[in-house]
Nanobody, 121 residues
Framework: QVQLVESGGGLVQAGGSLSLFCAASGSINTIISMCWYRQAPGQQRELVAGISPSGGTNYADSVKGRFTISRDNAKNAVYLQMTSLKPEDTAVYYC???????????????WGQGTQVTVPS
């Protein structure tokens, strides 16, 4: 089994900062990619940021320059540092990882439980 556990959400005033954390545990051989998605009420889930094994990153245009994704391969963890938060950043944030399991040797996408980020207008 593989599990992703997130933490770090909360309520923050506009212009403030929050950091999200997500760690994977279980039968893990390799973590291929790590991403953060978000879903606002009534909206589709959207990609916020992603990071490759080599550290290459990509961001949604709406968060470029404000959010930073990073990973700690030794801890099987991914972080999302969010600054200059806006009311439109309010959403449930989900981490996801594409993982090759140790046994059976399969590749699957795993999702965290989601963490709420609220930025009041």
């Amino acid at each position: 089994q593989v599990q992703l556990v997130e933490s770090g959400g909360g309520l923050v005033q506009a212009g403030g900062s929050l950091s999200l954390f997500c760690a994977a545990s279980g039968s893990i051989n390799t973590i291929i990619s790590m991403c953060w998605y978000r879903q606002a009420p009534g909206q589709q889930r959207e990609l916020v940021a992603g990071i490759s094994p080599s550290g290459g990153t990509n961001y949604a245009d709406s968060v470029k320059g404000r959010f930073t994704i990073s990973r700690d391969n030794a801890k099987n963890a991914v972080y999302l540092q969010m600054t200059s938060l806006k009311p439109e950043d309010t959403a449930v944030y989900y981490c996801t990882m594409r993982i090759i399991r140790s046994y059976p040797h399969t590749t699957n996408d795993y999702w965290g439980q989601g963490t709420q980020v609220t930025v009041p207008s």
